[in-house]
C-alpha cells in the first residue's frame, strides 16, 4: 500500500510540473530585475536551540546590512543534526516561536529569511525549509525525498511550493533533493522560477575523496540545465558529531557560454561567512543558442516512466 501510495503522490508531482506553463519564461520579465542574495556558512548547536536561533538573527542582520534581498540557512540551520529521540522536544509548528522570532526582523530589515528547521504537524514531523518575508511568515517548504538512514522520523514531502516575491517565484530543494534529483530544480524552472535556493547539510565523507567535486558539479549543472540561478547554504565545522565542509555559494549560466560560473563564494570550508551576490534575473534570458530553449524542448509525454517501480536488480541491496 505504501509503494502505491508514494506512487499515486510521485506522479501527481511530476505531472504538475509538465503543463504547458514552462512557457513562463517566453513572456516579458514582470518582477524585478535585479536581487541580492546572501547564503551562510552556519554552524548550529545541536541540543541548544535559543542559542542557534540568536546566532540566526545576528547573521540574519548582517546580510541585511550588507544589502541582502534574501537571506538563506542551511538545512536543519535551527536544530543541528538530532538524535531521532530528541526531535519530538525540538520541533516547533509553522507558525511559531522560532519564525515569528525571525518574521521581526524580516519586517524591520525587509528581508526574505529561509532557514531550515522541524516543523512538527500533530504527531508528523518534517525536514522543513522555513520562509519568512517582510510581509509575515510564508510558510515552508519540505525535503521531499529525506534520507532514511539519516532522518528517519522525517515524512516525505508531498509538493514542491512557488513562493512569490516582488523577484519573481522562488524554488526551495533542500539537500539530496536537489543533487540526486535533478526533477525537483526542473520543476521549479518549469513553472518559472529563476532563483533556486538549496538549504542544505553536506557532510564530508570519509570514504570518498571527491565529495567537494560532487557538491560543486551537481550544482553548476542545476543552474546550467534549468537556466536558473542557484543560491546553497551549507553547514561548516562540526555539527551533531559531522564534519561540514561550508562552501556555500551562488551559481549560475555563465553569460555567453554553455558553462557555469560561481557569481559567490564558494565560502570557506573553515568557519563560518557570509557570501553575497547581486543577480540580474533577466540575464537569464539571454543564453547561446544551444541551451536557450531547453524548457520549449521538452517532451513530457516521455516522462512518466520516470514514475515507473524501478525495474528489478537496480536497487542497492549492498547494505554493509
Request: charged share 20%; with cysteine.
Amino acid at each position: 500500500m505504501n509503494r502505491i501510495i508514494a506512487y499515486v503522490v510521485s506522479t501527481a508531482i511530476l505531472i504538475s510540473c509538465m503543463g504547458s506553463s514552462a512557457d513562463a519564461r517566453k513572456d516579458k520579465w514582470p518582477f524585478k530585475e535585479m536581487v541580492t542574495v546572501s547564503c551562510v556558512n552556519f554552524t548550529p548547536i545541536t541540543g541548544d536551540k535559543a542559542v542557534t536561533l540568536a546566532k540566526i538573527k545576528d547573521f540574519t542582520v548582517k546580510a541585511a546590512r550588507q544589502g541582502a534581498n534574501i537571506i538563506v540557512f542551511p538545512e536543519l540551520a535551527l536544530v543541528g543534526i538530532p538524535k531521532p529521540a530528541d526531535v519530538s522536544k525540538i520541533a516547533e509548528p509553522i507558525p511559531g516561536p522560532s519564525t515569528q522570532e525571525i518574521a521581526k526582523l524580516a519586517k524591520e530589515h525587509n528581508v526574505f529569511v529561509i532557514f531550515g528547521m522541524i516543523e512538527e504537524q500533530g504527531t508528523t514531523f518534517y525536514n522543513a525549509a522555513a520562509v519568512v518575508g517582510p510581509g509575515g511568515i510564508m510558510g515552508a517548504q519540505h525535503k521531499v525525498h529525506p534520507i532514511a538512514f539519516m532522518e528517519p522520523w522525517a515524512a516525505k514531502g508531498k509538493e514542491y511550493k512557488l513562493f512569490e516575491t516582488p523577484y519573481g517565484p522562488i524554488g526551495i530543494g533542500i539537500c539530496y533533493s536537489t543533487y540526486c534529483f535533478p526533477e525537483t530544480a526542473r520543476c521549479y524552472a518549469a513553472r518559472g522560477a529563476r532563483l533556486f535556493l538549496k538549504p542544505t547539510a553536506f557532510p564530508e565523507f570519509p570514504d570518498c575523496s571527491d565529495f567537494k567535486e560532487f557538491y560543486m558539479t551537481v550544482l553548476g549543472t542545476r543552474a546550467i540545465e534549468n537556466s536558473m540561478f542557484v543560491a546553497s547554504s551549507n553547514m561548516v565545522g562540526m555539527v551533531g558529531g559531522y564534519p561540514f565542509f561550508g562552501y556555500s555559494g551562488i551559481f549560475g549560466p555563465k553569460p555567453g557560454y554553455m558553462s557555469y560560473q560561481m557569481f559567490a563564494g564558494p565560502a570557506t570550508e573553515k568557519k563560518e561567512a557570509i557570501v553575497t551576490a547581486s543577480l540580474n534575473l533577466k540575464s537569464l534570458e539571454y543564453l547561446p543558442d544551444a541551451v536557450s530553449t531547453i524548457l520549449e524542448d521538452r517532451n513530457p509525454e516521455m516522462y512518466k516512466c520516470l514514475v515507473a517501480p524501478v525495474a528489478t536488480g537496480l536497487q542497492n541491496t549492498d547494505k554493509k
